[in-house]
């Protein structure tokens, strides 16, 4: 295993276990965060969720990804969550380049949701967060009908499997409302900022799963199913 190997798995394992041992214990909970003293229990339940907007982009545009997430509930005021997702890009015979790109991965996020409400134990809430997000994928990339200047002969041109990855942060700020019962709608608005990334041999990939359309994804957003748990 080479030392980018190594550290590309190893940075969101480590993530992902410290998040699990925090919630394996109360009271562990409890002393990390700073929680509203009052007759409330620390453990409240938990969320899942799925996120509608990008089920909708994969079926009407170019690209789009499947997402769902697990949130626990501390005390309806801190809210660790893990969000998994697999995103999908295809653009076809681009009119500028001519080139087809094709790619599809699972992504990764984990972190933290902050309940900004004064009053936390209602069924509305208003939050802000932070999210470290991880992905590794493949694209194939290819050039039809390529002309060789030197022996006017068409050719195709094409790269399959280049391997990618990019580590990235995200902030947070959104709301879920009660709807009836467990239901819950929300949405969220996320600033993207990357740590790090490989772009393989092919330089500037167009989509990266989870992340978006690489130069005009800093802003992205989700519209959230939510059953409260």
Known sequence: MTLRQYTSTSIPRAAISLLLLLLTSAAGAQKLFKLEKDSIPVMRGFQVSFDLFGAGQMMLSDYGQYE?????????????????????????DDVVTGVTYKTKAPYYRVG??????????????????????Y????????????????WHTVETFGITGD?????WLEAVVGIDAKVFGPLHLGWSVRYKQRLKHDDGIIGKTWYVPGYGIWDSSELGGTFNFIIDI
Not at 135 to 150: A, G, Q
């Open 68 to 92: 769902a997430a697990l949130r626990l509930n501390l005390h309806d005021q801190w809210f660790p969550i893990v969000e998994v997702g697999y995103g999908k890009g295809s653009r076809e």
């Open 112 to 133: 933290i949701d902050f309940n900004l409400l004064k009053k936390k134990h209602q069924s509305n809430r208003l939050f802000g967060g932070l999210r470290y997000a």
């Open 135 to 150: 992905t590794s994928y493949k694209v194939d990339l290819s050039r039809p009908n390529l002309e060789d200047p030197n």
């Open 163 to 167: 391997k990618c990855s990019q580590h």
